[in-house]
Nanobody
């Protein structure tokens, strides 16, 4: 089970840190990813981290502002979001993949999903 937290309402330029805690799974054995879905839009890839945390990848739209990281001791993956913009408003989902040697950007590569957490950026 993956449980996201940390979402909320923030002003433009603000910061949030999302957390994805895993129960019954060891995050270090999976590739992990963050996706988001804005109203009326398809879910899109935001950031990913390979199994073991050796590689990360961020979508161009968030590069330089968002950072994905993992803490195996806490069995948690994070998404640090800085310089937030109104277009970052979305439900953010955490996902885990059994095929984890590299960073995975396709939704169909992921096997487990969290329930999502809402992020709203006001202008």
């Amino acid at each position: 089970q993956l449980v996201e937290s940390g979402g909320g309402l923030v002003q433009t330029g603000g910061s949030l840190r999302l957390s994805c805690a895993a129960s019954g799974r060891t995050i270090g054995t999976y590739a992990m990813g963050w996706f988001r879905q804005a109203p009326g839009k398809e879910r899109e890839f935001v950031a990913g981290i390979s199994r073991g945390g050796t590689s990360t990848y961020h979508a161009d739209s968030v590069k330089g502002r968002f950072t994905i990281s993992s803490d195996n001791a806490k069995n948690t993956v994070y998404l640090q979001m800085n310089s937030l913009k109104p277009e970052d408003t979305a439900v953010y989902y955490c996902a885990a993949s059994n095929a984890g040697g590299v960073v995975l950007r396709l939704q169909r590569a992921y096997d487990y999903w969290g329930q999502g957490t809402q992020v709203t950026v006001s202008s």
